[in-house]
Every structure is written in structure tokens, then in C-alpha cells.
């Protein structure tokens, strides 16, 4: 079984060399091990530390490339360079633990999964955890919480992104894994999860010489790509109409638990924030939704209403109030929100 790690790199010439030595280091040796480095037009010594590794690990490949400005090139670069049995995609200023691939090819041998997750550690930031607590070893994604780990940071089966020719969007930065990761989970055969070991090292350095993508400002055109790119990329999976339901299903679960706490709880502008509302308006009436409307918890078709025939201060109002003692009522044994519109969609 052969690994293929993917890198894209972009001007990490401070970390990029504990990153290859965390790969270069791993316990399933380097016979069974490709790794395929994009420099994506890296102007500090990225480049030329990049090339130092591969002159001297035969099994290390080295693409040089223009900058394209986000992380989705450098991959679906990878994706087509790619030899190995399974592909994982790590980031330049991240690397992984030691035994990391050793521990995930188990989960291949024990469950042939299309997908493994390895358990994350955080380095100065937070990390996903649901994933890990809410299901077993080995699960399908129809009625998980997969969603709630949507980076690429994971190991795929290479002939799943080849055979449905899943790829990483190119003209956005923020948010571009998923897409990519709503196409792998749903043609996915079963996901397996490595909860005992920290598998990928999850960076948030301090002092790295450039400001991280995660870390720069969003604009709410630049939030909604991701949201906009995904429920386009659910509408065109090739399955039935039942599953592709369950999946937006699923999404808007995210969404009403993810992004709209971003939207509310972010330091956006004001015009920002009503843009971001304002597509998802138009996202709710495009995709259909009641179409799977009766599956929401009644605290999320209320969200969905309050989008749907409100307006932001609207949505915001019921979200501080459901925080706040004394901003609920109780009548007939039920609980509805006070502020107006929230309880007369509640009260029918």
C-alpha cells in the first residue's frame, strides 16, 4: 500500500522542513511512502528548501508552479500527480504525528474505508472533536455529524477523487475544502476514525513570516463562496433524489449550527452581515428546502423560517434571546421566544 502525501506550499520556508520531517519520519517507512510538494510561487527560500528534499528523498517530488493564490491548484495538482493507493492532503505549516499513516493504514485493513480521520491536536488553536465522539470506529455518512470536519486534512482512497473526479474549487481561497469534502463523503463506501492517537498536528504559529489564510478578514462575498459552491456541488451529485435531500438536509444543519453563529458572533461589517443573510434567503428558496423541512429539529426550522420571511435583526434578536433569562415564554406547557416574529413562527 502506497501513501501519497500532498503539500501544497506557499511561503513557509519557517515551518515547511518540520512538516517533510514529520512525513519523511513516518513508521510505515519509506517504501510505501510518495510525497508530491507544489511550491506555489513561494517568493522566501520555500522553494529552495523544497528542492534540498528532493535531492536527497528519491520518493520525494517537487512541482514548481505561479502562485495561484489559494490551496485548491496546488492539490488537484497533486490529485493528477499522484501514484499511491491513498492521498493525504497536509499543509505546509501543520505536519503529522509519527505514527500517523501507520495507525490509519489499520483502519484500511480492518474496514476498507474510503476515508480516514485521524484524530487532531491543536497547536495554539481549537480543534474538530464531535466527529470522534459521536460515532464509532467505522460509519457511513448518511446520519452523522461528518460535516462538522470539513477541512482536507484527512486520508482519501485516490480512485474515489478519480473515479467521480472530485477536485478542490480554484477560485476561492477560504472554505474551498468544502465542496471537495461534501463530494468524497457522499460517494464515499464508510468512513473509519483513528480516536486514540494524535494523528495531524494543527497549527496556529505566532510568528511564521505571513498571515495565515484562516486568519485574514472575511468579506461576506468571500464567506458565502463556500456556502454557495457546496449546495451547488450537493445539486449535481450523481444519486438519487432521496439521498442528495439528505445530504442538503445535513448541510443546513451545519450551517444553521456553524455558519450562521460566524454571521452572528464574527466582527463582519453591517453590510456584510446583511449580504450574508440575504443569500441565504435566495440559497433556502434555490435548494428547496421544504422539500426536507419536516427532518429539522424545531429549533432549526424556526431558523430557517426567521431566514426565510425575516430579517437579520430578526434572526439575531431570537438567537441573544434564547441566551438570556426571561426571553422565553410558556404557554399550554410549550416554550416560544418573545421577540415577535420568532414567537408567531413558533406559534404556528
Known amino acids: 500500500m502506497i501513501f501519497t502525501v500532498a503539500i501544497p506550499v506557499y511561503n513557509d520556508?519557517?515551518?515547511?522542513?518540520?512538516?517533510?520531517?514529520?512525513?519523511?519520519?513516518?513508521?510505515?517507512?519509506?517504501?510505501?511512502?510518495?510525497?508530491?510538494?507544489?511550491?506555489d510561487g513561494s517568493t522566501d527560500k520555500s522553494g529552495n528548501i523544497l528542492d534540498e528534499y528532493m535531492s536527497k528523498y528519491k520518493f520525494i517530488?517537487?512541482?514548481?508552479?505561479?502562485?495561484?493564490?489559494?490551496?485548491?491548484?496546488?492539490?488537484?495538482?497533486?490529485?493528477?500527480a499522484?501514484?499511491?493507493?491513498?492521498?493525504?492532503?497536509?499543509?505546509?505549516?501543520?505536519?503529522?504525528?509519527?505514527?500517523?499513516?501507520?495507525?490509519?493504514?489499520?483502519?484500511?485493513?480492518?474496514?476498507?474505508?474510503?476515508?480516514?480521520?485521524?484524530?487532531?491536536?491543536?497547536?495554539?488553536?481549537?480543534?474538530?472533536?464531535?466527529v470522534f465522539?459521536?460515532?464509532?470506529?467505522?460509519?457511513?455518512?448518511?446520519?452523522?455529524?461528518a460535516l462538522f470536519t470539513m477541512s482536507a486534512q484527512k486520508l482519501f482512497k485516490r480512485e474515489l477523487l478519480i473515479k467521480h473526479n472530485i477536485r478542490f474549487p480554484e477560485h476561492f481561497s477560504l472554505g474551498e475544502d468544502q465542496p471537495f469534502m461534501i463530494q468524497a463523503y457522499a460517494y464515499s463506501n464508510s468512513i473509519a476514525l483513528v480516536k486514540d492517537y494524535?494523528?495531524?498536528?494543527?497549527?496556529?504559529?505566532?510568528?511564521?513570516?505571513?498571515?495565515?489564510?484562516?486568519?485574514?478578514?472575511?468579506?461576506?462575498?468571500?464567506?458565502?463562496?463556500?456556502?454557495?459552491?457546496?449546495l451547488a456541488s450537493i445539486e449535481l451529485l450523481n444519486l438519487e433524489i432521496d439521498k442528495k435531500r439528505l445530504i442538503f438536509f445535513h448541510y443546513w444543519e451545519?450551517?444553521?449550527e456553524v455558519e450562521l453563529s460566524a454571521l452572528i458572533s464574527k466582527s463582519f461589517l453591517i453590510e456584510d452581515k446583511i449580504f450574508i443573510f440575504n443569500k441565504l434567503k435566495k440559497m433556502l428558496d434555490k435548494y428547496q428546502y421544504l422539500d426536507y423541512y419536516q427532518q429539522f429539529s424545531s429549533r432549526h426550522k424556526?431558523?430557517?423560517?426567521?431566514?426565510?420571511?425575516?430579517?437579520?435583526?430578526?434572526?439575531?434578536?431570537?438567537?441573544?434571546?434564547?441566551?438570556?433569562?426571561?426571553?422565553?415564554?410558556?404557554?399550554?406547557?410549550?416554550?416560544?421566544?418573545?421577540?415577535?416574529?420568532?414567537?408567531?413562527?413558533a406559534l404556528h
Open 13 to 39: 520556508q519557517n515551518t515547511i522542513r518540520d512538516c517533510l520531517d514529520s512525513v519523511v519520519n513516518q513508521t510505515v517507512g519509506e517504501d510505501k511512502l510518495e510525497i508530491i510538494c507544489v511550491n
Open 61 to 80: 517530488k517537487v512541482i514548481h508552479q505561479q502562485n495561484s493564490g489559494a490551496p485548491g491548484r496546488p492539490r488537484n495538482k497533486a490529485i493528477e
Open 82 to 130: 499522484a501514484t499511491g493507493d491513498y492521498i493525504y492532503f497536509l499543509d505546509g505549516d501543520d505536519y503529522l504525528g509519527p505514527e500517523a499513516l501507520e495507525k490509519m493504514e489499520e483502519k484500511i485493513v480492518q474496514y476498507q474505508s474510503d476515508i480516514i480521520i485521524g484524530r487532531y491536536e491543536g497547536i495554539n488553536r481549537g480543534v474538530p472533536v464531535a
Open 133 to 145: 465522539k459521536k460515532n464509532p470506529d467505522c460509519f457511513s455518512f448518511p446520519g452523522s455529524n
Open 198 to 230: 494524535p494523528c495531524y498536528y494543527l497549527t496556529n504559529h505566532q510568528t511564521i513570516g505571513r498571515v495565515q489564510l484562516t486568519k485574514k478578514p472575511l468579506s461576506g462575498e468571500s464567506f458565502m463562496f463556500r456556502i454557495e459552491e457546496t
Open 254 to 256: 451545519r450551517i444553521m
Open 302 to 345: 424556526l431558523l430557517l423560517r426567521l431566514i426565510e420571511k425575516g430579517q437579520l435583526e430578526d434572526l439575531i434578536s431570537f438567537w441573544y434571546a434564547e441566551k438570556q433569562p426571561g426571553n422565553m415564554v410558556v404557554q399550554h406547557g410549550k416554550v416560544y421566544p418573545k421577540p415577535e416574529l420568532a414567537y408567531n413562527l
